[in-house]
C-alpha cells in the first residue's frame, strides 16, 4: 500500500509538471498515456476555472471599491447640500461656508468676538448705533471729542486717517472726531482711532508739549501700539517698564541717530519733564520782564 501511495504521489508530480511544461509549450508531454493525459487535462480545467474565479473576484473588489468611492463622492455631495450657510452682506459680496452648521457658526462667531474684545484698544471699537457720543476726552483745542462714524461727518469718503498714529481708520470702526472741525489748532479737522483716543485719555492732563532728545515732539500711544509685536516697553528715563493697555509718550521718529532704538517716556517721567519746559520758559519770560524793567530804568535815567 505504501509502494501505491509513493507510486500515486511520483506520478501526481510528473503530472504537475507535464501540465506546466504543455502550458509554457516548452516541449511536448513524454510517453502518452490516456488515464495520464486526462489527468493533464482535469488538472489544466481545475487550474483554468481557479484563475477565472480570482480574476472574478479581482474585478468583484474592483466594482466594490468602485461603488463605495461613487457612494462617499454622493454623501460629500449630500453633505455639501445640506451643510451649507451664508453670512451676512450684499448678495454680489455673500461669503458661503461649506461645512458648517449654524452652532459652529455661532461658536466661531463669539469666539471671533471674544478676540475682537481683547484686541479692542488697538484694533479700534467696531461701529455702533450711538450718535455723536460724548467721551470725555479733549482735542488739542480743548473742545470734547465724540465718538461717531465716519459716514457721519464725512462724505463720500471710505478711511479717515488717524492724527497721531497715522493709522488708516475703516469706516466700520468708529472716529473720536473733534466737532468744531476746522480751526486755528486743526486746520483740517482731528480724528483718533480708538487706540490713541485711549492713550489721549490717560495723558490729556499733561497739556505741553513733550519733546524727545532727538528735538522732535512725542505723541501719546498705548504701549501696544509704538512698536510691532509689543506687549509692554520701558521708560528711557526711569526705565519702569509699561504694560501694554496703558499710555506712554513715544517718539514716531523711529529712524534718529539719537535713538535707533527707539525712545519712550513713561507719563510720570512726560509730567516732569513738562513740568522743567514751564520752568525754564517762566525763568525766560521773568528774566525778559527783568531785563525790559532795567532797560525802562535806565531810559527814564
Not at 232 to 260: R, T, W
Request: charged content about 30%; overall charge negative; aromatic content about 6%.
Amino acid at each position: 500500500e505504501e509502494e501505491e501511495e509513493e507510486e500515486e504521489e511520483e506520478e501526481e508530480r510528473e503530472i504537475e509538471v507535464d501540465v506546466q511544461v504543455n502550458d509554457r509549450g516548452d516541449a511536448p508531454a513524454i510517453d502518452h498515456d490516456p488515464k495520464r493525459d486526462q489527468k493533464i487535462e482535469e488538472k489544466k480545467e481545475e487550474a483554468h476555472i481557479q484563475g477565472n474565479h480570482v480574476a472574478i473576484a479581482t474585478n468583484n473588489q474592483k466594482n466594490d471599491d468602485k461603488d463605495k468611492d461613487e457612494k462617499k463622492l454622493e454623501l460629500e455631495k449630500e453633505y455639501r447640500r445640506t451643510k451649507k450657510w451664508h453670512a451676512i452682506g450684499a448678495p454680489k459680496t455673500k461669503i458661503e461656508l461649506v461645512g458648517c452648521t449654524q452652532s459652529e457658526l455661532d461658536l466661531e462667531w463669539k469666539l471671533l468676538e471674544m478676540i475682537a474684545k481683547h484686541d479692542s484698544p488697538k484694533k479700534g471699537r467696531t461701529r455702533g448705533n450711538s450718535e455723536n457720543e460724548s467721551t470725555g476726552i479733549f482735542c488739542k483745542c480743548d473742545k470734547e471729542l465724540i465718538r461717531t462714524s465716519i459716514d457721519r461727518i464725512y462724505t463720500g469718503i471710505a478711511t479717515v486717517t488717524c492724527n497721531v498714529c497715522e493709522r488708516q481708520i475703516p469706516s466700520m470702526e468708529e472716529v473720536l472726531h473733534c466737532p468744531t472741525n476746522s480751526n486755528l489748532a486743526h486746520l483740517q479737522g482731528f480724528d483718533l482711532c480708538e487706540s490713541c483716543g485711549e492713550a489721549r485719555r490717560q495723558s490729556q492732563h499733561i497739556t505741553k508739549r513733550v519733546q524727545c532728545a532727538c528735538g522732535k515732539q512725542m505723541q501719546a500711544l498705548l504701549a501696544n501700539n509704538c512698536y510691532p509685536f509689543s506687549t509692554g516697553i520701558s521708560c528711557n528715563k526711569c526705565q519702569q517698564v509699561v504694560h501694554e493697555n496703558n499710555a506712554v509718550f513715544h517718539c514716531l521718529d523711529s529712524k534718529s541717530s539719537y535713538h535707533p532704538k527707539g525712545y519712550d517716556y513713561c507719563l510720570k517721567c512726560a509730567d516732569v519733564e513738562n513740568m522743567a519746559i514751564l520752568t525754564i520758559l517762566f525763568r525766560f519770560f521773568f528774566s525778559c520782564l527783568a531785563s525790559i524793567a532795567s532797560i525802562h530804568g535806565i531810559l527814564q535815567k
